[in-house]
């Protein structure tokens, strides 16, 4: 029989999206967070090296040291943090690296505490590992970022993690410095374990980029190389766990992943590297993308109500279409030719938006702009009160 817990995981509705559109002609694609720069070429050079010299059998599960001291020499650099590269554990991407630390983490029934709007698969990650989710309400007019006493006012007992990203999936909000350091404390004092997603730092415009490792050892930081680096189909990401948890981490890793593959490794050696160039260019690129959409959501006749700070994501509301938020992403992928993906997938706090990804060109987010003013000039705003 199927697993409950297999029934209970939803689908991705950013990958149901892009399904769609793909079998229909000339669609633009602002429903996946992808990034569509090529991957660094000293990336490729390295790996396509490591393959031609044979790395192509297992490595240590935790990673090759080489990456491990590459990882922990970024954060001293970066951050000035001094992270022992025994923390490290080398995962496919930091989707595993998610899966690792809630399954060293929950117990069944544990809660962990999400912010909603939320990376729509952070709650099947938590119920994977047989845990459940409570959530802290975010608002646009507070630009999606949290205040400290709502987590406060969910925290319990019950709690085993809290789960922050910034810059976040799919609102673009940044946490202050200030905001981690309070809530690592408010952890601390209600024995919860912070977990911070740090997949989107880099890509920062507003604020600055800060690491819950600055603030605490007692943290589990997931990060990648998919959306800095344009390496999303390399699967290479990595973990730092606090020093009590890391064994535990690399025997789950040691029994069910076995290691990350080897070659991708020194791709990853080489981005962490000689990457910094790239990065900024990537970040100037995407910081003029999203000031153009934020002044052509306006024109739209719709609103977002914030403006984001990373990442590559806005939530526009879309409470003025006709039909709910499946509606208004079904009407602009078969009448512009635009595919967004439908808010509801990313809680109940964006259940009236669509999330536009503006991983995409500058001549297709204006193409895509043009089809969607022209598909909205058919259409009856209904301003709410
Ligand atoms: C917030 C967030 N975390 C994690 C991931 C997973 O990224 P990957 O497994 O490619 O590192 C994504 C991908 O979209 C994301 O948006």
Redesign the pocket.
Same mark, same amino acid.
């Given at each position: 029989m199927v697993s409950e817990r297999a029934t209970r995981t939803t689908p991705f509705a950013a990958m149901d999206v892009l399904e769609r559109a793909n079998r229909m002609d000339d669609v633009v694609h602002l429903e996946v !967070?992808e990034p569509d720069f090529d991957t660094p070429a000293a990336v490729t050079e390295a790996a396509v090296a490591a393959l031609r010299a044979g790395e192509t059998g297992y490595t240590s599960s935790r990673g090759k040291p080489e990456l491990r001291r590459a990882i922990a020499a970024y954060y001293d650099r970066r951050y000035g943090v001094d992270v022992d590269p025994e923390r490290i554990v080398v995962t496919s !991407? @930091? @989707?595993p690296a998610?899966l690792l630390a809630f399954s060293t983490l929950i117990d069944p029934g544990d809660e962990v505490v999400l912010t909603d709007p939320y990376?729509a698969c952070y709650p099947n990650f938590v119920r994977q590992t047989g845990g459940r989710i409570s959530t802290v309400p975010l608002s646009a007019d507070e630009g999606f970022r949290p205040r400290v006493s709502e987590f406060d006012r969910v925290l319990s007992p019950e709690t085993e993690a809290l789960l922050l990203?910034s810059p976040a999936?799919p609102t673009g909000a940044v946490l202050e410095g200030s905001t981690l350091e309070e809530l690592v404390d408010l952890a601390g004092e209600n024995d919860a374990t912070v977990v911070a997603?740090e997949?989107?730092h880099g890509l920062t415009y507003e604020g600055e980029d800060r690491s819950v490792l600055e603030f605490t050892d007692d943290a589990f930081v997931l990060d &990648?190389f998919?959306k800095r680096f344009a390496m999303?189909g390399w699967r290479l &990401?990595w973990m730092v766990a606090p020093p009590d948890y890391v064994g535990h981490v690399n025997r789950i890793a040691q029994n069910t992943l076995i290691c990350a593959p080897n070659f991708v490794q020194s791709g990853g050696v080489a981005a962490l590297e000689s990457g910094a160039d790239f990065l900024d260019e990537v970040r100037d690129t995407y910081r003029e993308r999203r000031d153009y959409l934020v002044s052509e959501v306006e024109d739209w006749g719709l609103s977002m109500g914030y403006t984001p700070g990373g990442a590559y994501y806005l939530l526009i509301d879309v409470s003025d279409l006709p039909g709910d938020a499946f509606d208004a992403a079904d009407f602009f992928l078969e009448e512009a030719g635009v595919a967004m993906t439908p808010g509801p997938d990313f809680g109940t706090n964006a259940e009236e938006c669509l999330r536009v990804s503006y991983a995409n060109s500058a001549e297709r987010l204006a193409e895509a702009s043009e089809r969607i003013q022209r598909a909205l000039a058919s259409v009856e705003l209904s301003p709410a009160d």
């Open positions: !967070g !991407g @930091s @989707s998610l990376y990203n999936n997603d997949v989107y &990648g998919s999303t &990401g």
